[in-house]
């Protein structure tokens, strides 16, 4: 890397609010150049070319992290990495709402199963522990680690720490605090989720991959109209029956209390301070 640039990398877990901060946020920041992430494709060239000082990239990774992270620190060891992290109950909870929204028809313990891994996600993306292990390992620097609730509660606080960390400034009367993503209530989620496990889920069943852009695209056409009429489709559950039975969600925060644990003793660990 060159020796005279200062990356910084925010390889964002989905959920965490990452769009946010791509298009609200880290667009504001002054004396550091933000590349887009939808120049990431291109992030090398990019960061090699630039005649920037300071340079920060952040790209939404979930499944793909440890591959897409390694990746980038061959190229550049020495960036220092930022990682936002969700309770993971709250974390994959919000995963499978995104995920239903898009028409994928799955019941929870379909999406993820901590007991017999036989999800449609491995339980390993809740292993939080070990992403900031694996960026300690790949960078010379450790990372920044913050979590989505400051975010959401003080938003000003999760700001500075950013600022101060890339050495950046802001005017927080420029950010403006509302979502990017617009949310969908329990009853329109769950029509869509019936519609789609008729459907979709019937064809290609739990364990699908990625699937081609046309049919994905398609997908999310169909379930957004759903959402939008989900009035007139029968319902697959009880109005009373959640969307995802709290049980699971309970099991999953006891499962991970220790990994919880451990991330948030690293960030009091490791105050926030300028890297240089």
């Not at 620190?73 to 309770?87: E, G, M, S, T």
């Amino acid at each position: 890397m060159d020796q005279n640039k200062e990356i910084f990398y925010h390889p964002g877990l989905g959920k965490t609010g990452t769009t946010y901060l791509q298009y609200k946020f880290f667009p504001k920041l002054k004396g550091i150049n933000y590349i887009q992430r939808t120049k990431y494709n291109r992030i090398t060239a990019l960061i090699q070319k630039s005649s920037a000082s300071r340079i920060l990239v952040s790209r939404e990774f979930d499944r793909q992290f440890f591959d897409e992270v390694d990746k980038f620190a061959a190229h550049f060891p020495d960036a220092h990495p930022i990682l936002v992290l969700r309770r993971h109950d709250k974390w994959i909870a919000s995963q499978y709402r995104r995920l239903t929204k898009n028409g994928r028809g799955h019941t929870f313990k379909e999406f993820i199963d901590i007991e017999k891994n036989d999800g449609r996600w491995d339980k390993r993306v809740l292993n939080f522990y070990e992403r900031i292990q694996f960026l300690e390992e790949k960078f010379s620097h450790k990372p920044l680690v913050l979590f989505h609730e400051e975010l959401k509660n003080n938003p000003q606080s999760f700001f500075d720490k950013i600022a101060q960390f890339t050495g950046a400034d802001y005017n927080i009367n420029n950010i403006s605090l509302s979502s990017k993503h617009v949310s969908y209530n329990e009853k329109q989620l769950k029509a869509v989720r019936n519609f789609a496990r008729k459907t979709f889920f019937k064809w290609k069943g739990k364990h699908l991959g990625h699937d081609g852009g046309f049919e994905r695209r398609f997908r999310k056409v169909v379930s957004h109209l759903i959402m939008y009429v989900h009035f007139l489709f029968p319902k697959d559950t009880p109005d009373n029956e959640p969307l995802i039975p709290e049980k699971d969600l309970e099991a999953i925060r006891k499962a991970y209390a220790d990994d919880w644990q451990k991330c948030v003793d690293y960030a009091k660990n490791n105050p926030v301070e300028r890297l240089v």
